[in-house]
């Protein structure tokens, strides 16, 4: 499995369509700064479902739609495209290819899609969860990050071994089950109290 190519449309100071293509091995992006080097990282994890606008470096998570510059008017809707190389079949899918896409527009709105069609965050988390990719992964090391893992506490510390155990995908399906079963528990008393007025 490698990162084949990687689309921005609209994202952060990338308002032109701008591809990236990236062949097996070492790929180097440099430039001056301050010309986009850390937007194309932040893509990638955009892409695989970053959910923090923290960590990507922004207020609020439209902060990542192209917001103007003197010459040019703000988007209102920021996307990025990464293709994967599966013919190894690393990810748990049945292409050779795979292409996520991830849109947000201004007003909120955002959406998902694994090879064109539209699909749930926790869709494209699943597919990434035990390939050690991912919204969570260690593979992207951000300025700085080397001295969170190493200042982590004892909580912090066991989410980053879970994760590289692949524990972290049964962990959120058990509290998703979890918040359902509330939800359940919360019908049911509603329901006895129905049936205990109708007594
Ligand atoms: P350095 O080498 O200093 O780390 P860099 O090449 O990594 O720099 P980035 O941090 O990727 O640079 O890019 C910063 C630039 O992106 C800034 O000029 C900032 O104005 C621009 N930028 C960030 N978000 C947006 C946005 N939503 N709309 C337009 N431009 C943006």
Not at 100 to 108: A, E
Request: aromatic residues 4%.
């Amino acid at each position: 499995m490698h990162l084949k190519s990687l689309t921005l449309r609209g994202f952060k100071s990338f308002a032109s369509a701008t591809t990236l293509r990236f062949e097996p091995g070492i790929t180097c992006v440099v430039g001056p700064n301050g010309s986009g080097k850390s937007n194309v990282v932040d893509a990638l994890s955009w892409v695989m479902g970053e959910q923090g606008a923290k960590s990507l470096r922004g207020g609020k998570m439209e902060d990542v739609i192209f917001a103007g510059t003197t010459g040019r008017p703000p988007l209102g809707r920021a996307e990025v495209s990464l293709t994967i190389d599966n013919s190894d079949g690393a990810l748990p899918i049945d292409y050779a290819e795979v292409t996520l896409t991830r849109t947000m527009f201004r007003n909120g709105g955002s959406e998902y899609r694994l090879n064109g069609d539209t699909c749930r965050l926790l869709d494209i988390q699943e597919l990434l969860s035990d390939s050690g990719i991912g919204r969570e992964m260690h593979v992207i090391v951000g300025q700085g990050q080397l001295d969170s893992v190493l200042h982590a506490d004892p909580t912090g510390r066991r989410a980053f071994i879970e994760e590289a155990a692949g524990v972290l995908k049964h962990r959120k399906r058990k509290e998703k089950a979890l918040r359902k079963l509330d939800a359940m528990r919360a019908n049911l008393a509603r329901v006895q109290d129905l049936s205990d007025e109708l007594r």
